[in-house]
């Protein structure tokens, strides 16, 4: 179920919401093969869009220190969790430890380079 955030609440640089941490704490297993954990990655990416974009939460604006002029960031808008940013929460949420990390980043970069991913 996807939380309603107040408009007003404006969180720039939240990329893991509680809905993405318990959906990653259900389907995550350590049985998953690389096609399933790319899967699952790109389900916790439509999470944070679905949230992001329901919700009307904008990035951080910036202003130049030149000209002064101020942007936004559209970093939120076209966010996407990676397999590394996935393992790397996997361990930050208490699910593996940092050995098991270590160990699922050294198999991820091999794989990626097995199969030409750039992700």
Same mark, same amino acid.
């Given at each position: 179920?996807? +939380?309603?955030?107040?408009? /007003?609440?404006? &969180?720039?640089?939240?990329? =893991?919401?509680?809905?993405?941490i318990e959906f990653l704490k259900k /389907? =995550?297993?350590? /049985?998953?093969? =690389? +096609?399933?954990? &790319?899967?699952?990655?790109?389900?916790?990416?439509? &999470?944070?869009? +679905?949230?992001?974009? /329901?919700?009307?939460?904008?990035a951080a604006k910036f202003q130049c220190n030149n000209c002064g002029s101020i942007s936004n960031s559209d970093e939120l808008s076209g966010s996407k969790i990676t397999v590394s940013a996935m393992i790397y929460s996997l361990c930050r949420f208490g699910i593996i430890n940092e050995q098991i990390q270590k160990e699922l980043l050294k198999n991820w970069k091999k794989y990626k380079i097995e199969n030409s991913i750039e992700n």
């Open positions: 179920m996807i +939380k309603n955030y107040p408009t /007003e609440r404006k &969180i720039p640089n939240k990329m =893991w919401y509680p809905e993405m /389907e =995550w297993s350590s /049985e998953l093969n =690389w +096609k399933s954990n &790319i899967l699952l990655a790109k389900q916790l990416s439509d &999470i944070l869009f +679905k949230i992001v974009s /329901e919700n009307n939460i904008h």
